[in-house]
């Protein structure tokens, strides 16, 4: 059974930096790619950033670019995003999910198909 498990969530203040991280199991990590997305209380869930199946592909929103880092240790079945310089707006469940695409790796969540529970992230002096 596929599941994704993210950790590393929590409360830090402006300017900090968290590691999330998202554990896959019952399934071969290198085979899909992993996208990161956020859900702030009352908006939509955005895709934040993805990396393909072999981490050649990544891609950023604009609003981290620059902040946050994705990678992807396949053989540990773990995919990482490193966010520095955290923001108030950052405040969100950050969710990771997973999907069989070749090459490429699409940011938006309607793309994707198998979701971890979420891990809360608050930015707050």
């Known amino acids: 059974q596929l599941q994704l498990v993210e950790s590393g969530g929590g409360l830090v203040q402006p300017g900090g930096s968290l590691r999330l991280s998202c554990a896959a199991s019952g399934f071969t990590l290198d085979y899909y790619a992993i996208g990161w997305f956020r859900q702030a209380p009352g908006k939509e869930r955005e895709g934040v950033s993805c990396?393909?199946?072999?981490?050649?592909?990544?891609m950023y929103a604009d609003s981290v670019k620059g902040r946050f880092t994705i990678s992807r240790d396949n053989a540990k079945g773990t995919v990482y995003l490193q966010m520095n310089s955290l923001k108030p707006e950052d405040t969100a469940v950050y969710y990771c999910?997973?999907?069989?695409?070749?090459?490429?790796?699409?940011?938006?969540?309607?793309?994707?198909?198998?979701w971890g529970q979420g891990t809360q992230v608050t930015v707050s002096s």
């Open positions: 999910a997973a999907e069989p695409v070749k090459n490429r790796c699409p940011l938006p969540p309607y793309e994707y198909d198998y």
């Open positions: 990396t393909s199946r072999s981490g050649g592909n990544t």
